[in-house]
């Protein structure tokens, strides 16, 4: 088990997981059954690009430093302030004898694991990003272990579009299994108009759930209400537990937004019984923990698994199918 | 809904409820749904004071102080650092006409949620306690909210004991709960021998569950085994994600460990479908959902909620039914 998860690839502290570490080695020669990826493009995650924008005041030469500092340091895109990645783009350069993972030199694909595990050398500087984006275009190379996940780039959509339905690919999948799980669901999503945000809208509706999104402004309400995923949208501060709770009570609400502070919100949303699913990587523990506790919530919180059997596909036919969410997405990308 | 959830109290910052904010009005005179506790002992949460305890080196008269200034601070025990606070037990001073409660001056109850959202005042400057363990002797008041939960004592069990039982009573409820979602299911349990890890094993085991315990020492080995709810028990690092998937492979894992960096190791020992159930404060959300999704672990994970209905009188149920597992309780209140 130790080569399939990288335990080789960890330099301190020694014995724990590649996630876990402090310090990868990136180096690009692969082991019997590891793969590289020369690298096309970086997403970065929206709460490690938010805290990065706003500690530089938006300085993008500032954020684009520290990106290749961390990495220089770390071996990995792993913000070491709100612990979170992101995902990558690139092509398949070379595969060990025995990996399991069924690539082959020349594919197109994204990692679907988090860059906060995954060996990364930056050979370009970064000098075609201006900073002010989470889309990073970067040369250089990655290191997929045994134990992996990858999705070969479908041929119909654009690569860019690609990595973003992919990056929040768990998201869409979790929800449609636990909204399974209740008979005619309703379903509230904090954040509704982000990326994991529309697409898990759009599975709620799927699922045959009731749908109610929290949005921040007019301009994302706008933009959400063409989607034809929300049956309702309020505008709301999510940190502001009394604010949410006025809005909707809902038997499974979903965590989409990547600031800290929104999960006593989404505990009282939530229906005696129901469902909490955090998404967002500015989560708190101990917040969620004692908040419910406190409370005298009797709801299920669940940590938001990025990993679901199959969730590659059905977040990517979700976007196929629902052309108003593929347009969110869209706009997205172009740097809205 | 702002009274009932002790909004009224919060200081700092403004529209945040009691547990996430930095500063609450700990000032005795109670609102019509209110109720003042003349608390009379304090029992921290374990990780707290086990950051505390190391930060000082072991130095009680500096832990002491640093509670008091916490306290005298924020208007409650809420370590900054940890993020956790414990429970307190005491005497019903006063009710307010309003409160929906149930209790009346002179019951002694313990209060059922967390320390890090109830308003206290120390007034004794913690003369009794010697900072060296966990239960603090203490005299002051405390204030519940309209929405809460407070047990009355048992008669039949001595007040620190209760208290230390209804600190972790969440765990064995929810792990009931779980396990009865599962046929014939195994249940592993990191930190089997402390507090909330026992009542976890003694749950299962009486839910028909087949149990295994990883503790730290022989001496946490030899004092679970005589305890008959553990039908394997294995000494490991509950930090090294390898050695504890070596030790076993379980439908659902449950974390009690008070340390930082078990989740990788709980996942991997968990098997595809099962659940993990995190208990500890220590958990960090982003190592958990990122580590999960690296690992490609199609496996639940639940932040462990401290409330289940009916959690205290299960939990003490347990305690009744299961002397060996009172016993642990009873060695750990004594100093151990």
Known sequence: MAGSVGLQRVIEPPGVLPQAAWRLDASPEIGPDEVRIRVRRLNLDAASFRQLAEKHGGDGAKVRAEVLDIVATRGKMHNPVTGSGGMLIGVVEEVGPESPLGVEPGDRVATLVSLTLTPLRITDDLRDWDGLSEQVPADGTA?????????????????????????????????????????????????G????????????????????????????????????????????????????????????????????????????????????????????????????????????????????????????????????????????????
Chains 1, 2 share one sequence.
């Open 143 to 191: 290191i997929l272990f045994g134990r992996s996940i990858v999705g070969v780039l479908p041929g119909d959509l654009p690569a860019e579009l690609a990595l973003a339905v992919y990056d929040v690919c768990g998201a869409p999948a979790l929800v449609d299994r636990v909204a399974r799980q209740y008979r005619d669901p309703t379903v509230l999503v904090l954040g």
């Open 193 to 336: 108009a982000g990326k994991s945000g529309s697409l898990s809208l759009a599975a709620a509706k799927r699922a045959g759930a009731r749908t109610t999104a929290i949005v921040v402004s007019e301009a994302e309400r706008d933009a959400l209400a063409g989607a034809g995923v929300a049956d309702e949208i309020a505008i709301a501060d999510a940190r502001n537990p009394v604010e949410v709770a006025e809005k909707a009570q809902a038997d499974i609400t979903v965590v989409c937004v990547d600031v800290p502070g929104c999960e006593h919100g989404a505990i009282l949303a939530t229906k005696p019984g129901g469902t909490v699913i955090f998404f967002s990587m500015a989560t708190s523990f101990p917040a969620a923990a004692l908040g419910a506790e406190g409370l005298a919530a009797d709801v299920t919180m669940l940590v938001g698994n990025g990993y679901v059997p199959g969730h590659a596909a059905f977040a990517v036919d979700l976007l196929r199918t629902t052309p108003a969410v593929r347009a969110l997405f869209e706009k997205r990308i172009a740097g809205d």
